[in-house]
């Protein structure tokens, strides 16, 4: 019995040992545990806030780069206007404020183009003030939200120095066409002389008389168109505010052929819609203008039997006047000077005819087609636009477009 007494208390020792041996390597354990997840800890600290600086860094970068461009956009010596997919202004730099005005942050571009203060509408790309100021427009598609990039460029004093070279050239040829103006004029005034002279002794003849008078004023008429036509080219000006009937004005100018028909023996045919066919412009530029083609092509024409057609029709958004004869055609060589002011095939031309025809036609932001064969006659083809695209177009500078027969198989004519 005292035996066992006295074992007990060495078996509790023991265990008790060995459990505080376990919890000491629970707590070795734990400890371990604790310092990696403290290692850890760090570890991340570290990485956020490294993430943290590069994240601040990237976005002080991109502020950097927003100021740089937006300062850059400013600078810009045109103005750039950024349009969202619905055509809304999204970005307008200080230039494009200046050019329009003031600033159109949420406006629809089109809008923004027909409440323009004090503008014309826009004309080929341009828009045209009032005042004289002229803005060209170009725009471009980029990126995948279908935005797009506007460029406003001020092309005014560009296009004051076209009209000033313009005009210098046309004062340079001044000399040399005055010189072959006199020549003309002198010719159906002296017809003019000889028929009067011709009247005085005709007295009592009614039909000789009548005749005469008739032939006089034919040439004084042909005088007259010259000194218009030179006028005309000089001056380089026209005045597109009246609206008249197309079809009117090619029987006009069919009357006025008449004794150049009788005199040639020849014969006009004229074909044109039964509607009317009204554009507003220079009706006497037009006239001018195609009286010349109409003469031309009389001159043209098979001497023995002289027949011109002049037709009017519609193309699209253009009416199409378009002038035929059964002559011998234009050579290859010619056809691309025949526009150019002062040359001439015949003896004694001024050159003055087909320059003037062109310079009407750019007028009215027209065009011209040269359609000619060897042997085969000549057709020369006029498009005029049906209606105005802008208050004002200015003589033979901006628009208008001369094709000859070389071109037309590339352009499909």
């Known amino acids: 019995m005292s035996t066992n007494i006295q074992n007990s208390p060495d078996i509790s020792i023991n265990k008790l040992e060995e459990v505080f041996s376990a919890f000491n390597q629970v707590s070795a354990e734990l400890g371990n545990r604790y310092k990696e997840l403290e290692i850890r800890v760090s570890n991340l600290n570290e990485e956020l806030a490294a993430t943290h600086s590069a994240r601040i860094k990237e976005l002080t970068e991109k502020e950097r780069l927003a100021a740089k461009l937006t300062s850059l956009m400013d600078a810009l010596p045109g103005g750039v206007i950024v349009l969202d997919k619905l055509n809304s202004v999204i970005e307008e730099n200080s230039i494009a404020k200046q050019m329009l005005e003031g600033s159109n942050i949420g406006n629809n571009w089109q809008l923004v183009l027909a409440n323009a203060a004090s503008c014309n509408p826009v004309l080929n790309g341009e828009l045209s003030f009032q005042n004289g100021k002229r803005i060209s427009i170009n725009s471009s598609i980029y990126g995948d939200k279908g935005e797009k990039i506007i460029l406003l460029t001020d092309v005014s004093e560009n296009y004051r120095l076209n009209n000033l070279i313009n005009r210098e050239k046309r004062l340079t040829a ?11 004029v002198r010719t159906p005034l002296s017809a003019a002389i000889l028929y009067l002279s011709h009247l005085s002794f005709s007295t009592g003849k009614q039909d000789v008389s009548l005749t005469t008078v008739g032939k006089i004023l034919d040439r004084l008429k042909q005088i007259e168109r010259l000194i218009d036509g030179m006028l005309s080219y000089i001056r380089g000006d026209t005045h597109l505010e009246q609206e008249f009937s197309l079809t009117d004005l090619l029987h006009d100018i069919k009357d006025a052929a008449c004794p150049h028909l009788e005199l040639s023996k020849g014969e006009l045919t004229l074909v044109h819609p039964t509607q009317s066919c009204k554009i507003t412009g220079d009706r006497e530029a037009l006239f001018n203008a195609f009286a010349n083609l109409v003469e031309n092509s009389i001159q043209s024409a098979h001497r023995d039997d002289p027949k011109i057609q002049v037709s009017l029709s519609r193309s699209g958004s253009m009416y199409k ?17 025949i526009f150019d002011p002062f040359f001439s095939t015949r003896v004694g031309g001024t050159g003055l005819g087909l320059a003037v025809v062109l310079s009407a036609v750019r007028a009215h932001n027209g065009k011209i087609y040269i359609k000619s064969a060897t042997k085969n006659g000549t057709v020369i083809e006029v498009l005029i636009p049906a209606e105005r695209t802008g208050s004002k177009i200015e003589s033979g500078i901006w628009g208008g477009e001369t094709i000859s027969n070389r071109e037309e198989n590339r352009l499909g004519v």
Do not use: F, T, W, Y
């Not at 001044?174 to 003309?184: D, F, I, N, T």
């Not at 006047?321 to 000077?337: C, L, M, T, W």
């Open 321 to 337: 006047i378009r002038v035929a004869d059964n002559g011998p055609g234009i050579d290859d060589s010619i056809k691309e000077k």
């Open 174 to 184: 001044l000399g040399e066409m005055a010189a072959r103006l006199a020549h003309q």
